[in-house]
């Protein structure tokens, strides 16, 4: 039984560069979600997909972030001339969709420093 | 605007020695009230869903409830590998994200 899995788990990079992260959802479930979580604090909503298509986004989702889930499976998240504000871990979740199952489970994220 | 509040921020047991964390919250429409386990560096764990007051969930030593206004995890003889950050999340009826709270830090010792 493989969990949510994300792409690559640590990255480090330059202020000003662009970075992409994958993550890969439970196989039967259709929505996948986006979080970021800073140093002491809960997940904060970015961005959600019901099978290919993106149904939500938050405020904090600037235009400098992306995300895609082409074929309805696995998603990116891209960001845009990074900036150091933008170091956090971003973790990825996934959940069922139907039957009135409602939990999301979460991917081991991937951590982002801007230097 | 929906709010999550949870208390304390910060609690150290004593191994077996029972305690219960709390959940405060304001949504417009409750569809659920969720709670994780996350260990450092980690995702969060799934633990508990609960849908309506007066619900009660229970998983080895932990146990959950839901009111209109709030929700606990007791912890009942807790163990040094419980220790971990406790997050609460609430989801509205409306969409599908989680509002979540900063979360409870628990530290057990032996």
């Known amino acids: 039984d493989t969990g949510v899995s994300q792409d690559p788990r640590h990255k480090i990079t330059k202020r000003g560069q662009n970075v992409t992260f994958r993550c890969d959802p439970i196989s039967e479930h259709n929505r996948l979600y986006w979080y970021r979580q800073t140093l002491g604090q809960g997940p904060e909503f970015l961005t959600y997909f019901q099978n290919e298509a993106q149904l939500e986004k938050s405020r904090l989702l600037s235009d400098r972030f992306s995300a895609e889930r082409p074929k309805g499976s696995f998603s990116t998240l891209e960001i845009q001339r990074t900036e150091q504000g933008d170091s956090a871990m971003y973790l990825c979740a996934s959940s069922l969709g139907v039957g009135g199952s409602y939990e999301q489970y979460f991917g081991p994220g991937t951590r982002l420093t801007v230097t | 605007e929906d709010q999550v509040t949870q208390s304390p921020e910060a609690l150290r047991l004593q191994e077996g020695e029972s305690s219960s964390l709390n959940c405060s919250y304001t949504?417009?429409?409750?569809?659920?009230l969720f709670w994780y386990r996350q260990d450092p560096g980690k995702g969060p764990e799934f633990l508990f869903t609960?849908?309506?007051a007066g619900e009660e969930k229970e998983k080895e030593r932990l146990k959950a409830t839901l009111t209109k206004k709030e929700s606990f995890l007791h912890i009942t003889a807790p163990k040094p590998e419980d220790s971990a950050t406790y997050l609460c999340?609430?989801?509205?009826?409306?969409?599908?994200?989680?509002?979540f709270g900063k979360g409870t830090s628990l530290l057990v010792t032996p």
């Open positions: 609960l849908y309506s």
């Open positions: 949504v417009s429409g409750l569809r659920g």
């Open positions: 999340a609430v989801q509205r009826d409306s969409g599908y994200a989680l509002n």
